[in-house]
């Protein structure tokens, strides 16, 4: 079996010098594929992404990107190595215009970035009809498509997202996903935590249900999702 395009391998650790909160936890994603985090708060599922991303120290483990041990490079790093991160909040430029926000997405790019720029229009189309507004006055489910379209202009291997539909209206998660759906078909690896455990796992090429910083279950987002055991402890039955 070849590794997985992007895995965080059997991580301990914790921030600076406190207590570890993950404990030989494993995520992985391969390249086009959504794979899911999910649990019950205070699981570890937003530490176990920093992690991967370099955010916090990996006491043990390791995080691979294609192949290469990244694990101990800086975050900004692993931007270059082509990993995307959007966190939940503060996450754009709330002073800035739509555009402006885009543009500071390819601050690493020394290229033409207008094709970029229309992909992520295509993908975000309101985005281009608000392209010179304040993104500070944009509803919180098309601030997160800026952060989303931010991410992307950095034309990422792999894009990660943290609790992307917090505080989203039903019709606009659905949407989101919609999109997170044609990030992938694109061959971009996305690795997302999220709230919304059933809708998340509905898409999930893989999931991951973490429990106090463990792997409790680890398969397909269906198997998942039809386990009774999951349904009842994670899905509300």
């Known amino acids: 079996m070849s590794e997985p395009f992007l895995i965080g391998d059997a991580m301990t650790g914790g921030y600076g010098k406190g207590p570890d909160i993950l404990h030989e936890c494993t995520i992985a994603v391969d390249k086009g594929q959504i794979a899911v985090i999910v649990g019950p708060n205070g699981a570890g599922k937003s530490t ?25 490079l800086s975050p900004q790093a692993r931007v270059g ?18 555009e402006e926000n885009l543009e ?38 098309q601030r997160q498509q800026v952060a989303v379209g931010r991410a992307l202009m950095t034309r990422p291997q792999v894009l990660m997202l943290d609790e992307p539909t917090a505080g989203v209206s039903p019709i606009v998660m659905d949407e989101l996903f919609d999109r997170i759906i044609e990030v992938a078909r694109t061959g971009i690896s996305i690795l997302m935590v999220e709230q919304n455990a059933r809708q998340a796992l509905e898409i999930a090429d893989k999931g991951y249900v973490l429990v106090q910083g463990r792997n409790r279950f680890t398969d397909t987002g269906q198997v998942l999702l039809n386990d009774p055991e999951v349904r009842k402890s994670f899905l509300g039955g």
Do not use: C, W
Request: charge should be positive; aromatic fraction near 8%.
């Open 48 to 72: 176990a992404m920093k992690a991967v991303f370099g955010m916090l120290n990996v006491r043990s483990g390791a995080v691979r990107l294609g192949g290469e041990d990244i694990t101990n």
């Open 81 to 98: 190595k082509g990993m995307a991160f959007v966190p939940q909040t503060h996450n754009i430029f709330t002073g800035m215009t739509v």
């Open 104 to 141: 500071m997405g390819a601050f690493l790019r020394r290229d033409d970035i207008s094709h970029t720029m229309e992909q992520v229009y295509d993908l975000f189309p309101i985005l281009k009809d608000k392209r010179y507004q304040m993104a500070g006055e944009l509803s919180g489910g």
